[in-house]
């Protein structure tokens, strides 16, 4: 071997040896901590970001009032508690004096679909003028509950007055419990 290729291969290692004992630890410990407040001031925007999210999304809520907001959650309610609305459902049946004879519910949503359905069959005996009034009742309820069908037929009973009623009706919501 020529000492010239000698003398290049000790230059060569001087200059790696060099290299990772002075230069990278001085890289280092400089570019160490420069990338560390770089993550902070990035996390620090991230968080200020959504923080002007936040109250952008508070000063609207705020726009909207007290009596749209309790509105718009009762009209579509966030947990439709179907225990409670059948609950209600019955009770406005007997202060209208109709008779509860049975009533089924199903939870029928689809399975993709962010809105909530629940299916409600309710049977009914009495007069034409307290379902009437019930069924008005029910409309001007503050949940959302759309009658399907009404069948109405001749109660088998002694009263020739009272009438058996049959209804379908869906209650939605955005989650049903």
Do not use: C
């Not at 508070?58 to 009762?74: C, D, F, I, P, Y």
């Amino acid at each position: 071997m020529n000492i010239k290729n000698i003398i290049s291969l000790i230059i060569i290692s001087l200059a790696l040896v060099f290299y990772f004992l002075f230069v990278k630890p001085f890289e280092a410990a400089v570019l160490d901590p420069v990338t560390v407040q770089l993550e902070k001031i990035k996390s620090a925007s991230e968080k200020t970001q959504n923080l002007l999210s936040l109250n952008n999304l508070r000063q609207k809520k705020l726009a909207l009032g007290e009596r749209e907001t309790s509105l718009l959650s009762s009209f579509i309610p966030l947990n439709l508690r179907s225990g409670d609305l059948i609950y209600r459902l019955s009770g406005v049946a007997s202060q209208n004096r109709l008779t509860l004879k049975g009533i089924q519910f199903s939870d029928v949503s689809e399975k993709d679909s962010s809105d909530k359905k629940l299916l409600i069959d309710m049977n009914l005996d009495g007069s034409y003028e307290d379902f009437y009034r019930w069924l008005g009742t029910i409309e001007r309820s503050s949940t959302l509950i759309d009658v399907e069908s009404i069948r109405a037929t001749k109660s088998s009973g002694n009263n020739s007055d009272l009438l058996s009623f049959t209804v379908k009706m869906y209650a939605y919501g955005i989650n049903i419990d």
